[in-house]
């Protein structure tokens, strides 16, 4: 997919221009920080698996993307974060006003490309997704601090957050490439599985990987008092006064020095760690097996080397 994935870089770089002169600026540091760019690159797999030949694909890879690192933005702003992908955020560089707005203007870019390629399927599909991860966006900001949270409640959040974006990436290309129904319920099932997947190991991550490689600060999600999986698990494993560790670190976010260690720890004792990847491995095995239907090809071996690369992060 190089030859279409510099494509896509380039309509990126086309979209994000303006003559006021912050907004390339601020887009281009975190559109060129190192991102892997997974969800343009199931918009292109998918497309590719399904026989399709015509360059609509690129346009709307590019959305994709412009949709993501919208939320990116936002994101960081809400979560006060510093680092992403191992350098500044855009809030800690040029403030939180500036990302707040610029990431509306690439939202607003996303729209005016959806328009462009004229489809109301595609801007469905689109749209529906912007809407369903704002509503996740809030729905864990209601959930932060609340160590009660269920973990049905918590793969909610992240199937809104997360997964459905790469659900709504992974189904633009049997629509664009016309295929049957069946086979885009199959590829969007995909690519929500593989977003949670993703996710959980990356929950992972933010408690067992070392700083260099997670390119973000170890522990952000512990001091953020971030209500993740390994947290559910070791406040549900937990006796009496390790619950009353979650409740004052997670709840009342009075943390001391050495309590994210003993987080970790706790973590590694009743093994929540492995059981969230665990997880991870059963929706990826999902992920893989709505591949099947598939031929054999160069893009079906692509999409399933990039569900094995989602869960193998951890390691």
């Not at 629509?175 to 996710?199: N, Y």
Request: contains cysteine; charged residues 25%; proline residues 3%.
């Amino acid at each position: 997919m190089a030859a279409d994935m510099e494509k896509v870089n380039r309509a990126i770089l086309e979209h994000m221009q303006s003559p006021v002169a912050l907004i390339p600026q601020l887009a281009g540091h975190i559109v060129a920080s190192g991102g892997k760019r997974l969800r343009p690159m199931l918009t292109l797999a998918t497309a590719g698996l399904c026989g399709y030949t015509g360059e609509r694909h690129i346009g709307l890879a590019a959305c994709v993307e412009f949709i993501h690192t919208a939320t990116l933005l936002h994101d960081d702003v809400v979560d006060e974060s510093d680092l992403r992908r191992g350098k500044d955020t855009a809030n800690a560089v040029w403030g939180n006003q500036a990302s707040v707005l610029v990431g509306d203007f690439l939202f607003s870019r996303a729209f005016q490309l959806m328009v462009g390629d004229g489809s109301l399927k595609v801007l469905k599909i689109l749209s529906d997704a912007s809407a369903i991860i704002a509503e996740g966006e809030v729905h864990q900001l209601v959930t932060t601090n609340d160590i009660t949270t269920t973990e049905d409640a918590y793969l909610e959040v992240i199937r809104c957050k997360t997964a459905q974006l790469f659900a709504a990436a992974a189904q633009i290309g049997p629509v664009v490439a016309e295929r049957p129904q069946d086979e885009e319920l199959a590829l969007e099932g995909f690519g929500r599985d593989l977003g949670v997947a993703f996710q959980l190991v990356d929950d992972v991550l933010d408690y067992a990987a070392e700083q260099a490689a997670l390119g973000k600060t170890v522990g952000d999600d512990f001091r953020e008092g971030k209500v993740t999986l390994p947290v559910i698990l070791a406040y549900q494993a937990g006796d009496e006064a390790e619950r009353t560790f979650w409740k004052r670190t997670i709840e009342d976010l009075d943390q001391r020095d050495g309590d994210l260690a003993e987080a970790q720890r706790l973590m590694v004792g009743h093994g929540t760690l492995e059981a969230s990847l665990d997880r991870a491995r059963e929706y990826a095995g999902a992920a893989r097996a709505a591949l099947a239907r598939f031929p054999a090809n160069p893009y079906r071996a692509a999409l399933e080397e990039l569900v094995d690369f989602c869960v193998e992060r951890a390691y």
